[in-house]
C-alpha cells in the first residue's frame, strides 16, 4: 500500500524586515501567528528548532511586518487553515476564545522552560495569590501541608498558565474562575482530583438546601473565565481539588 506524501512547508531564509512599520494590533496578531506557528509544528509541517526559533521571533516582535515576515513561506491553504489565519472572529455575548491543544501545548513547552517562581513550605499551609502581572508559572513545594493557590484574579486574562507542583502530603486546592479549564497532569500516588463551585457552601448548607430547611442561595452572575490551567508535577498524598468561582 502505498503512503500518500505529506505536504511540508519549504523552510527558507525570512525576508529582511525594514526599521519602522505598523505597531497597531501586534498583540493580537502576536497570538494569531504564534499559533499558526503551533499548528504547523503539530502537523510536521516545520521542525522543532525552526519553531522555536520562530515563536521567539513572534514574542519579540515589534510590528505587523515582522509577525508577518514569519510566515511570509506558508502556503495560501495554510494561511487560510493555521491557527485561524483568516482573523480572530468577534465571540458572541458571553463566549470566550477557545486554545486549540496545539496552542496549549506549545505555550506549556514556552513556560516549562522559563525559570519558574518557586513557593516552598516545609510544615504548614502555603497560601499564594496570583496577580495578573504575575508570570504565567509557578512551582509549588511543600513537604507536610495544604497549598491554596488563587487564580481567580486572573478572570477575562488569556493564555496558559502553569503549574508545577511537588508534595509529599497534603492537598492542593486550586481557586479559579467559573468556566476555567484545567488540566491535571499530576503523577499521585495516593490522592484524587476533585471540582468544586465555590459557591455551593459547605455540607451543613449543602444539606439544608436538599432538606429545604434553608433557602437556594441566588445565582451569583459569572464572570469570563481565566487561561487555561495546567497542572504538573508529583503528589505522594494528597488531593488536586479545583474551585471554581
Avoid: C, W
Avoid at 90 to 103: D, F, I, K, R, S
Avoid at 117 to 124: C, Q, V
Avoid at 172 to 178: N, S, Y
Amino acid at each position: 500500500m502505498q503512503r500518500r506524501p505529506r505536504s511540508r512547508i519549504l523552510l527558507i531564509a525570512m525576508p529582511p524586515v525594514t526599521e519602522g512599520g505598523n505597531a497597531f494590533g501586534v498583540p493580537s496578531r502576536r497570538e494569531i501567528i504564534i499559533a499558526m506557528l503551533a499548528e504547523a509544528y503539530a502537523r510536521d509541517d516545520l521542525e522543532q528548532h525552526e519553531f522555536e526559533r520562530r515563536v521567539e521571533r513572534a514574542e519579540a516582535a515589534q510590528t505587523l511586518e515582522q509577525l508577518e515576515a514569519l510566515i511570509h513561506d506558508f502556503p495560501p491553504e495554510a494561511r487560510a487553515t493555521y491557527g485561524g489565519a483568516a482573523g480572530p472572529s468577534v465571540p458572541a455575548p458571553g463566549a470566550y476564545p477557545v486554545l486549540t491543544q496545539a496552542e496549549i501545548e506549545a505555550m506549556v513547552e514556552r513556560l516549562d522552560g522559563e525559570p519558574a517562581p518557586t513557593r516552598f513550605s516545609l510544615m504548614g499551609n502555603l497560601r499564594v495569590l496570583v496577580r495578573p502581572t504575575d508570570v504565567r508559572v509557578l512551582r509549588d513545594v511543600s513537604a507536610i501541608g495544604d497549598s491554596h493557590i488563587d487564580l481567580r484574579p486572573l478572570a477575562g486574562e488569556s493564555g496558559v498558565f502553569l503549574l508545577k507542583v511537588v508534595a509529599l502530603v497534603g492537598n492542593t486546592r486550586i481557586m479559579v474562575p467559573a468556566g476555567t479549564r484545567v488540566e491535571i497532569r499530576t503523577i499521585t500516588v495516593i490522592g484524587d482530583q476533585k471540582r468544586k463551585d465555590a459557591r455551593g457552601g459547605g455540607l451543613l448548607a449543602r444539606l439544608g438546601r436538599t432538606l429545604s430547611v434553608l433557602p437556594e442561595s441566588p445565582e451569583a452572575p459569572r464572570g469570563p473565565p481565566g487561561p487555561v490551567v495546567v497542572v504538573t508535577g508529583f503528589k505522594l498524598i494528597g488531593d488536586v481539588v479545583i474551585v471554581e468561582g
